[in-house]
């Protein structure tokens, strides 16, 4: 990502805005993910958990938990949505799918 710098600035705001939503953008949930793999997973969750919306985007936290090999301990739901986030993710390294217009 040729500019990382202005991209974490734009994902801490993004994450920042999220509680003053009534509903979530539509494209964010399938973004956050490539967000994630074209970042870092660390820098991302770093920005995620930092957030004010961090507890509306845990089972993406616990997916990047996960990928970094840390441990999770989260309710059988979350732990089933983090299971689709890393396949999503894997497609995502693989090249198999591209961010949202």
Known sequence: MSDRPGAMTDLSAVMGALPDLDRMPKALPGDLPLLAVRL?????????????????RLPLSTALRQELGLETHVARE?????????????ELRAGETEITP
């Open 40 to 56: 870092g997973f660390e820098a991302t969750l770093d920005v995620v958990e930092a957030s004010p919306s961090a507890d509306r």
């Open 78 to 90: 979350v732990e089933e949505v983090a299971q689709d986030t890393r396949r999503s993710l894997a």
